[in-house]
């Protein structure tokens, strides 16, 4: 026994380490919630005092102390279905999560559809029931960009934000030198009549891939008016492939926005009896698993959407802990080919 009462509960308090430490309860409190103005040697009293004692902090008090809530959110401006159903998403979440917990932090997911669920998330964040907020598959009508530049929340966007983004950090894959790539593995088999199928026009990763394609093609003196857009989805890759091989019969080289919509895309060729790729080449975009189960397999740029997501939430972290640079960041990671079947 070491002589000190336990509290009405049974368990240790802190008047019992700060008693045990042999300082007041206020240095006790400063030491077990994060040490500071407290000397290395009273530091370590009271850090045996915990040890010998079993104590456990209260999560509810600790928050009073240190003003955090240990909790991150992860903000989706999606409908339901799409996020639980789209790979991207199940990747950036593992990437998130991978990091937040060598930190022992919460994730919370925002599911922040346009309308009332945006206006709701923006006071939840607002209120401060989170550390920090990392923002991904953002539209240009959604506002979430100069809503977080102007709250005063930690916040890192995943892509590169329509607006605000020299106010608010970011990290996204060089998606116009991607969709060059892309273009540029069909130029190389000989095709001259490519077309595209682009994502949707309110989001920037979509902008960014269609101006790499019009890059790859003006670079190589075609004509850009092959273009159906589609909303990353199989379907929607179906419905735009139907739509361009009917105003463009002779398309030799599709260029797809996303692996969902090349899968669909895939299917509509072979449904029409095109050989792919000795009829019409396909290349997609992103490497999440898609690619290799489509038939034929899907050569494709890898987006590292895990790796993307860990480095967001790494940056997001050091802003949490005061540690973050005065400027936003910017990370760009490069693209990478992956070779594969269909071109």
């Known amino acids: 026994m070491n002589g000190t009462r336990k509290g009405a509960t049974g368990t240790p308090t802190l008047d019992e380490v700060a008693k045990v430490a042999g300082v007041s309860r206020a240095t006790a409190s400063r030491a077990i919630n994060g040490g500071q103005r407290v000397s290395a040697s009273a530091q370590a ?46 990747g950036t979440l593992r990437g998130v999560t991978r990091v937040l917990g060598e930190r022992d932090i919460q994730l919370v997911l925002l599911l922040a559809r346009p309308g009332a669920s945006t206006a709701r998330t923006l006071r939840y964040l607002t209120n401060r029931h989170v550390d920090g907020a990392l923002v991904v598959s ?33 990290v996204d894959v060089d998606n116009t030198a991607g969709e060059r790539l892309a273009t540029e593995v069909l130029l190389e088999r000989g095709c001259r009549r490519i077309g595209t199928i682009a994502g949707p026009a309110d989001m920037t990763a979509a902008e960014d ?10 670079a190589a003196g075609l004509v850009d008016d092959a273009v159906e857009r589609g909303d990353f989805t199989e379907s929607g890759g179906q419905r735009a492939a139907e739509a361009l ?29 095109r050989r792919v790729p000795d009829d019409v080449a396909v290349v997609g975009y992103d490497d999440l698993g898609v690619a290799e189960r489509t038939t034929p397999p899907l050569t494709t740029v890898r987006q590292p959407v895990e790796e993307m ?27 990478l080919l992956v070779r594969r079947d269909s071109a």
Not at 141 to 166: I, K, Y
Not at 252 to 262: E, H, I, K, P
Not at 314 to 329: A, C, F, I, T
């Open 45 to 90: 009293s009271v850090d045996a005092a915990v040890r010998s004692l079993g104590y456990v902090p209260n999560p509810a008090a600790r928050s009073l102390v240190t003003r955090r809530t240990d909790s991150i959110a992860v903000v989706v401006p999606e409908p339901d279905d799409r996020v639980f159903s789209d790979p991207f998403f199940a």
């Open 209 to 218: 891939r269609l101006a790499g394609w019009r890059q790859a093609m003006a």
């Open 309 to 335: 997501a860990e480095r967001a939430t790494r940056l997001l972290l050091e802003q949490v802990d005061g540690n973050g640079s005065s400027r936003p960041m910017r990370v760009i990671i490069p693209p």
């Open 138 to 170: 953002h539209h240009r009508d959604d506002g979430l960009a100069e809503h977080m530049s102007q709250l005063d929340l930690p916040c890192v966007f995943g892509g590169r934000p329509w607006a605000a983004s020299d106010t608010v950090a970011y």
């Open 245 to 273: 091989l009917s105003a463009h019969p002779d398309l030799d080289g599709l260029v797809v926005a996303s692996d969902l919509m090349a899968s669909g895309a895939l299917k509509v060729l072979a449904a029409h009896g």
